[in-house]
């Protein structure tokens, strides 16, 4: 059901990294590359299934469920549906919670994560995303190069977490992140350095400078805009 590239990010369903890059903490490439276009008309191809589940372990972290992350899986099945039947404009909006979405990364994905993140959660509020996280700031900073003295980066070392508030703005297909409020450890942090973080875990041999989060990107799946409410996210055709 998922494939991974070389850095480890699993590179479907889209929908869930669409939203992850969203929140400006993880990601994956494919958010920001084009879809495949849809079938010709009449050409109704039969959507992926996936693969049967073994037992699975029992969620060690609160606010996690299997069956949140399954309903998950399923809706994005319906999205990838939709979009390859060429029947997606106009279409009936789905509504996913910010619980589905914890779920399916912490659980469906979770063993897929690079070890440099870790404790992924996000929030959905009125036109926002709150997200937070851990990130090993060393194994960041390794990637970076030569930093300025003043760089937060250098002021924290190993497992720290991050907090990060942004606004999210869709419209037309096309979707930007502002972060308002991000704080690494116990230090407010520009947004600027929020990016290089981002960009720092994301890279890929097919991306090798990561996902610039503060730059507009697609909507996958002919996603048109997303609406943010308390715990909700409404997606729009």
Known sequence: MSHEGKSGWPKRPRLGVALWTLAGISACPLVQAAPPPPPSRGTVPTPPRPA????????????LSWEAADSF???????????????????????????????????TIGAQIPPTVTGLEARFVAGRI??????????VRDGLGDLSP???????????PVVADAALETEAGV???????????????????????????????????????????????????????????????
């Open 52 to 63: 049967p589940t073994p037992l699975r372990p029992v969620p060690t972290r609160p606010g």
């Open 73 to 107: 899986v399923r809706k994005s099945l319906e999205l990838d549906q939709r979009f390859r039947s060429g029947r997606f404009r106009g279409s009936p909006p789905i509504e996913l919670t910010d619980f589905e979405l914890n779920s399916y990364v912490n659980l």
């Open 130 to 139: 709150v997200v937070q996280g851990n990130v090993d700031l060393d194994r």
């Open 150 to 160: 003043w760089n937060p980066l250098r002021l924290l070392a190993g497992m720290t």
């Open 175 to 237: 979707g930007r992140v502002s972060p308002k409020e991000t704080s690494l450890g116990a230090l407010p942090i520009p947004s600027s350095v929020l990016a290089t973080i981002v960009a720092q875990v994301t890279r890929t041999s097919k991306q090798p400078r990561g996902i610039d989060i503060l730059s507009p990107f697609p909507l996958p799946y002919g996603i048109q805009r997303i609406r943010l409410s308390q715990g909700r996210a409404r997606i729009e055709f």
